[in-house]
């Protein structure tokens, strides 16, 4: 009684992660055992860090009970015909799901749950990352059976490549007819980096005796999660600020949140304003500015991470180099108001603002460098002294009482105004951005919406939408057509609210 | 031996021995140890890619010359024959690594006078666009040795060109077309069959290997390899005489044209049928039949086997016809093969449908009754899966020959495809993976130049080109609105440029320039006083398919010296305005393509960035370094890094870079919530980060770390003062203070 089809197995890898050589050593390995087999791959310019497969299919019975008989083999993977997937990357394991190569009546699902993200999810301008949680139940569903292990990780510990790991864990599932020394002897035969590879190999049977879980893997922590009490979130806020400037600063951080919590409280809230409050407001009171930047460059612990992140030896010199590039608005934002607003005026009117900078790569674990740096950060005792601090006190007061005021009128309305603080973040030219996309949107929503000019659902949602606008892409574009189309239905909106 | 520098894992320990580091001097993949498997003799078991198969036959064909310009999928049967020298050497084979696919297709010339067997390579359909000159040349005037041309079908997934079919090359300058069942024994037996055929007939002979075909892994029972009768050691003994009918040149086109059909076909035809080179496999169904493409051959036997009209070996219920010869076909055969169906299943991949046409033509002249059913069943375009063909041969089975019961395979069709909706409606758009520059790729900060410099300045044309540089038509960069193909970026550009204020940019590699676009481009926008700007990436190789040498390498295949420089070409052709720049020196860039675009002088401006392909550059310094090391001399180790806590989370830097090594990590603070950018391990320190922030005034965030391995005294003095005097000075770690209100 011969098989009625060959076993099937395909290879989701990401260019340059060595698929090619785990499909190699499979292939080895059922030569050896005297299976026919065939492989094909569609490398291409895919090899350049490009999403590719790789493709195996096994006839599962020896050569020599087959005679002369030839098994055809398909040269590509169909949906539903897929015995083994295996992945090298959750979002990869993710779209062999999509395109229907997980199937629940077949195939065994092996893939390392680790993240490579693709370029779309690392150029957003806030967070773009796929929903891990989305691609892990999708897959968990799809599959007939699965093994989901951070194989990255493992590859790591035991300073082996993936690929063998994976291997590791395909020969530990023991799906195909090939003995665990078939695949130790492929690797011993292919030659390179042997040991490293047998290690990962092993690491990968090994974690196969562990029952797979998913408990590892890391969520992104979103506002929700955060405890009923707003106490966790205050306390990490006042010891940010004690960190950056003073307790008095810290004060004045507690008696925001006093006149919120109050408000809240009269509104018949739920204390998860304040909650959000007490974070935004932590961030905009620590605005990054040139002391902090070169309080975080020299702070205990600095080194010895960047030593730990280049991988140096503990003994090996290193040296530091930071790239600062302060223009003159960085400049001036130390000095006290009277003295930048005329250089900045001037500067505007001569053009020089976004256009003159001053380079600066500083070594930063030198003496000198780190002098430099040392003497900066310890000017801030001139940072309530100085324009950048009126500026950012002024825009936070307009924020903060734009929300007390909203709490009065809609307490989702008041949630919505919180959130915009997310907009301004940053150094140059994106602090720049987020300051001007947060007064438009000020103007545009929110001061109509408190003068009672427009309906508090509709400004909810207008806020709602124009604050994703405003992170779609950094000319702008998307705000302001998402701000013209607010302004064109307004006045309908107005009337039918009438 | 087993030196073969992998293409996926470039490392090489300091125990390689020096002989083995001189070797790693060109091409991505070494293919030193398949070549031990080209001198197997007879009764050997050969094993490996199909593409490598198809090199194993020709030398057991008695080739005497080789040639070929590289591209996915056959750039390995070039890179092996490059490696393979020796061999060749020894056989007297010649070997020419040629500047594009026209001067390969000419090589083929060799063939017209001569009684000797010749064979080029290329991708099509693009290569052969490019060869169809000379190729309509050569199919005019005949062979007398057998020539064959092994094209790469790069149709269908993984496929980088446009989508078109070779077929019509074959059908329009009357060569023959094989296309071979995909597995090696077949792909061999074509191969040695080709020369046979183009020698019967005096027609060259085009062989098609679709995309996985080339990289198929299989096994054959090789031949001896066979010396050629004429070759580098045994010389021609001269010139024949002029026979004015070999020249394809009036009067004698005429006569070639009649006799391509009075001679020259038929010959094809009685070949073709006498060693059985189309196979038909019976089947108990005889009302209807399926005739394919051999190259779909597997696919098709897939489909069916799920059908149930077919076992895993092969055995069908319904007769087939496959067809290893697409063109030309042989209407006895097909006539002999329909008459007496009821219908046929014509499963033929691509568009137009050149078969359908022809034998839907040869049916009615022979006034056979069969319907012919082909694309009214299958799509008229696309690849043809085991799932695409199976969709269309149950409509057939289910009209035409409903005895069998296909409802089961039907039901489990349905439920796959249902199934694959639901994925994809729970997953939603997933993000996509287009390929990408390497990291540490010299090309990227020349975009990122571009883009910066587009700030400025306003968007401006892009006219882009092949190579690895279009992969900056994807985000992030978004840069390109035309590609015209090789080396054709600065001809496309003129007459956009003469009807906009802002100069158009064409951008071209070093591997399009020597293809084409050298003449194409720059001779034609000098003699017509061209006021463009051209952006030349020089970085040493044909990177995108494998790197391979280029006249203007450091290496050469032969002696080691480049043969040409860009540069010096240009100035003497004429170039006035010409600048090279260091691709990592941002400013500078930025400051020359500003220039370019604004200055008034007239005439076409060149700007040559300079940077060796990184993939090879790493290969080649790796194991030097780790020599260095080994030897115990001084050795700085760079690298970029981010500090988490500055990151603001905007990701800026990514959006004017995308380098595979800059890439996102959780904030590691708990009052944000957007990921922070990460430098990983993969950095080679190429700098662009560090440039980047420092060019566009994005943040303070990136640090450059210069780590000193093998400290000489004076470095580790120099590190426990600076040690000592942060010791002293750094603030204090401060203990935060939790503070409640109330």
């Known amino acids: 009684m011969t098989a009625q089809r060959p076993l099937t197995i395909l290879i989701a890898a990401l260019g340059g992660e060595g698929g090619g050589v785990l499909a190699d050593w499979i292939v080895q390995a059922a030569q050896a055992e005297d299976f026919p087999v065939q492989a094909t791959s569609v490398p291409g310019v895919a090899q350049r860090t490009g999403a590719t497969t790789y493709y195996i299919e096994i006839f599962p019975e020896k050569r020599a009970t087959l005679g002369e008989q030839q098994p055809i083999f398909a040269l590509l993977p169909t949906p539903g015909d897929v015995d083994v997937m295996l992945a090298s990357e959750l979002l990869e394991a993710g779209r062999a799901a999509f395109n229907g190569f997980v199937t629940p009546d077949r195939t065994l699902l092996i893939a390392s749950t680790h993240r490579v993200f693709a370029v779309a999810e690392k150029t957003a301008m806030g967070d773009g990352r796929y929903d891990p949680a989305r691609l892990l139940d999708t897959v968990q569903a799809r599959a007939a059976e699965h093994v989901l292990i951070d194989m990255q990780a493992l590859a790591q510990t035991t300073g082996a490549p993936l690929n063998a790991v994976l291997l590791g864990a395909l020969a530990g599932t023991a799906k195909l007819p090939i003995a665990r020394e078939a695949f130790v002897n492929a690797i011993r035969a292919e030659g390179k980096s042997v040991d490293a590879n047998l290690a990962g190999f092993e690491a990968g049977i090994q974690a196969l005796s562990t029952p797979p879980s998913i408990a590892g893997i890391a969520r992104p922590v979103a506002a929700s999660d955060f405890d009923d009490t707003a106490r966790p979130i205050i306390e990490l806020g006042v010891a940010r600020l004690l960190d950056y400037q003073n307790p008095a600063y810290a004060q004045l951080y507690l008696d925001r949140l006093q006149r919120v919590r109050d408000v809240e409280r009269t509104a018949g809230g739920d204390g998860s304003l304040l909650r959000e409050a007490a974070r935004q407001l932590a961030l905009r009171m620590a605005f990054e500015d040139v002391i902090r930047v070169a309080q975080f460059k020299i702070e205990p612990g600095r080194f010895e991470r960047v030593r730990h992140e280049v991988r140096a030896d503990p003994d090996a010199p290193l040296v530091v180099i930071d790239y600062f590039k302060p223009g003159i608005e960085e400049l001036c934002s130390l000095l006290p108001g009277a003295l930048a607003r005329p250089i900045l005026r001037l500067s505007e009117k001569r053009g020089w603002l976004g256009k003159v900078y001053v380079g600066m790569h500083v070594r930063s674990n030198s003496v000198f460098g780190f002098l430099r740096l040392r003497l900066l950060s310890s000017l801030r005792w001139l940072r309530p002294r100085s324009h950048r601090y009126a500026q950012e006190q002024a825009l936070i007061e307009t924020w903060l009482s734009a929300v007390e005021r909203a709490t009065a009128v809609d307490r989702a309305l008041a949630r919505e105004i919180v959130d915009l603080a997310r907009l301004i973040k940053g150094y140059g030219d994106t602090h720049a951005r987020g300051v001007r996309s947060f007064t438009r949107i000020m103007q545009a929503i929110v001061v109509p919406a408190l003068a009672g000019t427009m309906p508090a659902s509709v400004a909810i949602d207008a806020l709602a939408n124009a604050r994703v606008a405003a992170l779609a892409d950094p000319e702008g574009n998307r705000l302001d057509e998402s701000l013209a189309s607010i302004a064109a239905a307004a006045p309908v909106q107005a009337k039918a609210a009438e | ?742």
């Open chain 2, 1 to 742: 031996m087993r030196d073969a520098a992998d293409s996926v894992r470039p490392k090489k320990t300091p125990e390689n021995s020096a002989a083995e580091r001189e070797e790693i001097i060109s091409t991505e993949r070494s293919f030193k140890k398949e070549v031990q498997s080209l001198r197997l003799g007879a009764g050997e078991i050969f094993r490996g890619e199909g593409i490598l198969a198809v090199t194993k036959a020709l030398l057991q064909s008695g080739v005497s010359y080789v040639g070929g310009y590289q591209g996915a999928p056959v750039s390995h049967l070039v890179d092996v024959l490059v490696d393979s020298q020796d061999m060749l050497d020894e056989l007297g084979i010649h070997l020419e690594t040629c500047a594009n696919e026209a001067s390969a297709a000419a090589l083929l010339a060799a063939s017209i006078n001569y009684p000797l067997r010749g064979c080029v390579t290329w991708k099509s359909i693009v290569g052969t666009n490019v060869a169809s000159d000379a190729l309509s040349n050569l199919a005019s005037a005949g062979v007398t040795g057998g020539a064959l041309i092994v094209v790469g079908e790069d149709y269908g997934e993984g496929a980088s060109v446009i989508q078109e079919r070779s077929h019509a090359f074959a059908v329009k300058s009357s060569v023959w077309l094989l296309d071979p069942r995909p597995n090696l024994p077949s792909i061999v037996r074509m191969t040695e069959k080709a020369f046979e055929l183009s020698e019967a007939s005096n027609t060259p002979v085009m062989l098609e290997l679709r995309i996985r075909a080339c990289h198929v892994q299989g096994e054959f029972v090789a031949t001896d390899n066979v010396a050629p009768k004429f070759s580098r050691r045994h010389m021609l003994d001269g010139p024949v005489p002029q026979n004015y009918d070999r020249i394809s040149h009036p009067p004698s086109t005429f006569k070639q044209e009649k006799q391509k059909f009075e001679v020259r076909l038929p010959a094809a035809r009685k070949f073709i049928v006498e060693q059985a080179l189309n196979e038909f496999f019976d089947g108990e169904q005889n009302n209807v039949g399926i005739i394919l493409q051999g190259g779909l051959y597997n696919a098709v036997l897939r489909a069916m086997n799920r059908c149930g009209l077919a076992d895993a070996f092969g055995r069908s219920r319904v007769p087939l016809m496959v067809l290893n010869v697409t063109h030309p076909l042989v209407p006895e055969q097909i006539t002999q093969f329909c008459a007496g169906k009821d219908a046929v299943l014509l499963i033929e991949e691509g568009q137009p449908d050149f078969l359908e046409q022809s034998i839907s033509t040869i049916l009615r002249k022979a006034d056979i009754p069969t319907r012919l059913v082909g694309k009214d069943v299958l799509p008229m375009a696309g690849e043809y899966t085991a799932e695409v063909i199976t969709e269309g041969l149950l409509k057939f089975i289910e009209a035409y020959a409903p005895s069998f019961d296909v409802a089961g395979a039907g039901r489990h069709l349905a439920r796959i495809r249902e199934g694959r909706t639901g994925a994809q409606q729970t997953l939603g758009e997933l993000p996509q993976r287009p390929p990408n520059f390497c990291t540490g790729c010299p090309e990227r900060p020349v975009f990122t130049a571009i883009k910066l410099v587009q700030r400025e300045t306003g968007p401006t044309h892009i006219a882009t080109d092949i190579g690895c540089h279009s992969f900056a038509t994807f985000p992030p960069f978004s840069l390109g609105n035309s590609i015209l193909g090789y080396g054709m970026s600065l001809a496309s550009a003129p007459a956009v440029g003469a009807m906009m204020e802002k100069r158009p940019i064409a951008v071209m590699g070093d591997g399009g320039f020597w293809h084409n676009g050298l003449v194409s481009g720059v001779s034609s926008a000098l003699f017509n006083r061209g006021d463009g700007v051209l952006v030349i990436l020089q970085n040493g190789y044909t990177s995108a398919t494998g790197a391979q040498f280029l006249p203007n390498s450091k290496g050469n295949r032969k002696d080691g010296d480049s043969t040409s420089d860009i540069e010096t070409t240009l100035r003497a052709m004429g170039v006035k305005w010409l600048r090279k720049i260091d691709t990592y020196a941002l400013p500078k860039m930025m400051k020359t393509l500003r220039e370019a675009m604004t200055t008034s002088e007239k005439g076409l401006k060149v700007v040559i960035g300079d940077g060796e392909c990184q993939l090879a550059r790493q290969r080649r310094i790796r194991p030097q370094i780790a020599a260095q090391l080994k030897r115990g001399e001084r050795v700085v180790r760079t690298r970029f890094g981010v500090d988490d806590k500055t990151c603001t989370g905007d990701h800026a830097c990514i959006r004017l870079s995308a380098c595979p090594s800059l890439t996102l990590q959780p904030n590691p603070d708990p009052l944000k919530s957007d990921p922070v950018a990460h430098v990983n391990n993969d950095c080679v320190g190429c700098g662009l980060c560090g440039e980047v922030a420092h060019a566009a005034v994005l943040c303070p965030s990136f640090y450059r770390a210069e780590i000193v391995l093998n400290p000489r005294w004076y470095d580790r003095a120099l590190a426990t003062l600076r040690n000592g005097v942060i010791a002293m000075l750094q603030p204090k770690s401060r203990t935060p203070l939790p503070v409640v209100a109330e």
